[in-house]
T-cell receptor, first 115, second 111 residues
Framework: GAGVSQSPSNKVTEKGKDVELRCDPI?????LYWYRQSLGQGLEFLIY????????KSGLPSDRFSAERTGGSVSTLTIQRTQQEDSAVYLC?????????????FGSGTRLTVV | DAKTTQPPSMDCAEGRAANLPCNHS???????VYWYRQIHSQGPQYIIH???NNETNEMASLIITEDRKSSTLILPHATLRDTAVYYC????????????FGSGTKLNVKP
């Protein structure tokens, strides 16, 4: 596609439920990133995928968070046993260069609300 | 990564140039200056980046001072659709895990 596509755009879930967020990056972009943005805060790095390399999971806040990228394309971010502090906008980005040096392209995000 | 300082908000008349300043006095030699913007309810959008030289693309121009301690993003002919929060970021190219946007400058383009 022309841009980074994320789904769903909005998700309301009950505390304790699991959620899956999907990201479809730009075709040909080898690097894929997940960030989250809480209200009034800057972007918080979560995880980074680059080609077939092991992902950098250093930003995942707890073991309730996991992500995978199948076939080097679509990625799914899973949050298990959601908590209210997980409420945020989850942004996916992809880049052509492995280090993002040419700039990232971001999706519109998934707004997650845990009630 | 170096910290940046931006004014919280600016106004600009439609059709005029918008000049958005950013201070990054602690920038190191291998850090690039990036500009992104975020329109309400959308993901951040890449605008431009540079290391030392001034840069221009179809969206904007980036002017970096000789000592690299500050920069200015110039939107030559601002339109109402340019109303957004503009973020100045400095980072080493490979430090993707420290991509922190800060609070940015809210640019209000007025008719």
């Amino acid at each position: 596609g022309a841009g980074v596509s994320q789904s769903p755009s909005n998700k309301v879930t009950e505390k304790g439920k699991d959620v899956e967020l999907r990201c479809d990056p730009i075709s040909g972009h080898t690097a894929l990133y997940w960030y989250r943005q809480s209200l009034g805060q800057g972007l918080e790095f979560l995880i980074y995928f680059q080609g077939n390399s092991a992902p950098d999971k250093s930003g995942l806040p707890s073991d309730r968070f996991s992500a995978e990228r199948t076939g080097g394309s679509v990625s799914t971010l899973t949050i298990q046993r959601t908590q209210q502090e997980d409420s945020a906008v989850y942004l996916c980005a992809s880049s052509l260069e492995w280090d993002g040096s040419g700039g990232y392209t971001f999706g519109s995000g998934t707004r997650l609300t845990v009630v | 990564d170096a910290k940046t300082t931006q004014p919280p908000s600016m106004d600009c008349a439609e059709g005029r140039a918008a000049n958005l300043p950013c201070n990054h006095s602690t920038i190191s030699g291998n850090e690039y200056v990036y500009w992104y913007r975020q329109i309400h309810s959308q993901g951040p959008q890449y605008i431009i980046h540079g290391l030392k030289n001034n840069e221009t693309n179809e969206m904007a121009s980036l002017i970096i001072t000789e000592d690299r301690k500050s920069s200015t993003l110039i939107l030559p002919h601002a339109t109402l659709r340019d109303t957004a929060v503009y973020y100045c970021i400095v980072r080493v190219a490979y430090n993707f895990n420290k991509f922190y946007f800060g609070s940015g400058t809210k640019l209000n383009v007025k008719p």
